[in-house]
């Protein structure tokens, strides 16, 4: 251990521009850092400045109760006619500030989301790609030019997050969990109480339950009320004695995959009303965002699996836009605009244009009679 | 020249339910050669991208939205369709 103080642990400085008071905030914004956070916007909004600032070109991390600090903050102020600005938030906590507001939509007129309705609840059959081959292709080079890095801080945060958000928006949720694919097994990463991890834990153990059955075939799974409900018999008796009545499970996916859910348990039956199974779905895509841009549940191999695709397709589409560009006499641009023009032409996929276009290539001109060519 | 929203592109991508990360990646395969930071700057408009860059992002999108069921709607601006 070092004695050196830990860089990423919580600061702030405070500094006033004009009728505006500046918090640049430092490193991690987490448990008590959160009530030192809230404490500091109080004492600047108590001096009633025009504007609260905050600066976060520096912070690394803020957890689910500094959101809620920040979003406390910005309703006093907006109580006093002033505003709470954000300056250099990272994309991290521009994407947390997001979801935030769409809590806050849900919470102030439970807006519903104008696509993705929920239909009926589907019990066919799943398809699971099995997994084709384990590729050989490296992906750690290829990992660190992605978009986002895989941190399990931040998604752990995230879901956090969204476990508090659910709970306080989802009317007739006694309580609220993550339940995540790791390594091949179910775990609950994010609960609000106890009771809600043990009723998760019992469902992994018996290999049934909503939770269960959403992680793992990517549907959501609603029982309105475990008095009457047949289709987990070992583990719905075990739930009502813990005083659970009914139960939503929306999956969370990530590149289409299952790859957990958000489960909401209520000890009232029938509690749950289409509006808070929408509120549920809006919660869970939000994470399955998250957990895309995070690889959740992406094995290696097929992460491999993938960029060897995409690098065979980029390939095809390079070699295809040479082609053109010797035949047409073109530069690259105009080259890949006329490829472009091609499929959509043909109604195909750029890949697939490129490919023929590779084809007509390949195939051999017959030699001329007499000729030597 | 129409001017459109600085973040139009990030609202197809919403609109396509494509993460940041996943768009990427389509871009990737068809040529792009941005960072996934440059991307994210072009979905705000925050940076410009080339003429070719913008259209390899429009048509991941539109490819997306066939997959989908829907049509092209996000615009080229390289001359695509016949005039």
Redesign the interface.
């Known amino acids: 251990m070092s004695l050196i103080a830990d860089p990423s642990s919580f600061g702030v400085t405070t500094t006033l521009e004009g009728q505006s008071t500046v918090l640049a905030l430092r490193g991690k914004v987490e448990n008590l850092a959160a009530f030192e956070l809230s404490a500091l916007l109080d004492s600047a909004i108590d001096r009633h400045p025009e504007s609260v600032i905050l600066d976060m070109s520096e912070l690394e991390f803020v957890g689910a109760a500094g959101m809620v600090a920040i979003s406390n903050a910005e309703k006093r102020l907006a109580d006093m006619g002033a505003a709470l600005t954000v300056r250099s938030p990272s994309?991290l906590v521009n994407r947390l500030l997001a979801m935030m507001e769409s809590a806050q939509e849900a919470r102030l007129e439970r807006a519903l989301p104008g696509?993705g309705h929920l239909g009926p609840e589907d019990r066919s059959a799943v398809s699971v790609s099995p997994p084709r081959f384990a590729s050989s292709l490296e992906t750690s080079d290829l990992r660190r030019?992605?978009?986002?890095p895989a941190d399990p801080d931040v998604v752990d945060g995230a879901l956090r997050l969204l476990v508090e958000l659910a709970r306080s928006c989802v009317s007739g949720a006694d309580g609220v969990s993550v339940s995540l694919l790791r390594h091949g097994r179910l775990s609950t990463v994010a609960a609000s109480d106890q009771t809600i991890m043990a009723m998760d834990a019992d469902q992994y153990a018996t290999g049934e339950g909503p939770c269960v059955d959403a992680s793992l075939k990517g549907h959501w799974f609603h029982a309105d009320s475990l008095d009457t409900e047949t289709r987990w018999p070992s583990f719905t008796p075990r739930a009502r004695g813990l005083g659970i009545k009914a139960i939503l499970s929306s999956p969370l996916k990530a590149?289409e995959q299952p790859v957990g859910a958000l489960n909401i348990y209520s000890r009232t039956a029938e509690s749950f009303e289409i509006k808070d199974q929408e509120t549920a779905a809006v919660f869970a895509r939000k994470a399955s965002?998250i957990l895309?841009?995070a690889?959740a549940g992406v094995s290696d191999s097929q992460m491999a699996l993938?960029?060897k695709?995409?690098l065979q397709?980029?390939k095809v589409?390079?070699l295809a836009?040479g082609i053109i560009m010797e035949r047409e006499g073109m530069d690259e641009?105009d080259a890949?605009?006329a490829l472009?023009?091609l499929s959509?032409?043909h109604g195909e996929?750029?890949?697939g244009r490129a490919e023929s276009t590779l084809l007509s290539a390949r195939t051999p001109e017959l030699p001329m009679e007499g000729s030597d060519a | 020249m129409h001017e459109p929203a600085l973040d139009v592109l990030n609202v197809y991508r919403q609109?396509a339910g494509l993460?940041?990360?996943?768009l990427?990646?389509r871009y990737?395969?068809?040529?792009g050669m941005s960072?996934?930071?440059e991307?994210?700057a072009y979905l705000f408009g925050m940076l410009t991208p080339t003429?070719?860059d913008h259209?390899v992002i429009a048509?991941a999108l539109n490819?997306r939205f066939?997959e989908l069921g829907g049509d092209?709607p996000v615009a080229?601006l390289?001359?695509?369709?016949?005039t």
């Open positions: 994309i696509h030019v992605t978009a986002l590149f965002v895309s841009d690889r993938r960029y695709e995409a397709s980029r589409i390079t836009t641009d890949f605009t472009l023009r959509l032409y996929t750029l890949r | 609109e993460s940041q990360g996943e990427w990646l990737f395969e068809l040529g960072t996934g930071f991307l994210e003429a070719r259209d048509h490819e066939s092209h080229y390289g001359e695509v369709h016949d």
